[in-house]
């Protein structure tokens, strides 16, 4: 992956496709992210992703092993199943690169962006920001499976497969 962009740099190059890729990740709240493991292995977990600010994002408690592997190695994955067996909507997946935000700056960023409900406190935590370097959106269409791919600056190519 030689370039990552924001959501916003996305929604730019491809707002149709970006507004597509959001409808998956705003259906339900709960979707797989996946890293790199110190021993190498893909490391996978279920989490809240969030797009705000222009950005692509998710929090993670204090001290996970995720954020370990975000420090050796920031590549990550973020992909949003369907509900449902037929595909309705697509199943989107972004390839990226994170950026683990300090103490003090997932504060104020949560501060921001996250609406909690009244008379809750913040979460205490790391927000992890997500520069995309490929998004793919996988859907039906008849007896064609069609991926909508984006990679930045290189436009939306569709590929179809029976």
Do not use: C, K
Not at 4 to 17: I, K, N, R, T, Y
Not at 78 to 97: C, F, I, K, Q, Y
Not at 123 to 151: F, H, K, N, Q, Y
């Amino acid at each position: 992956m030689t370039s990552a962009v924001s959501w916003a740099g996305f929604e730019a190059q491809a707002p149709d496709l970006a507004s597509r890729v959001a409808a998956r990740f705003a259906a339900h709240p709960h979707h797989v992210v996946g890293t790199v493991a110190g021993d190498g292995r893909p490391r996978l977990w279920g989490s809240n992703i969030y797009l705000a600010g222009g950005e692509m994002w998710f929090g993670a408690m204090p001290g996970p092993l995720r954020v370990s592997d975000l420090g050796r190695d920031p590549r990550v994955a973020v992909h949003s199943a369907p509900l449902s067996e037929n595909l309705e909507g697509g199943d989107a997946r972004v390839e990226g690169v994170a950026t683990v935000l300090d103490r003090n700056a997932s504060t104020e960023w949560m501060s921001s962006h996250l609406q909690v409900p009244d008379g809750s406190g913040r979460p205490d935590g790391d927000v992890v920001l997500v520069a995309l370097g490929r998004v793919v959106l996988t859907e039906v269409r008849g007896d064609m499976l069609e991926m909508s791919v984006w990679e930045p600056g290189g436009g939306v190519r569709i590929v179809q497969r029976r």
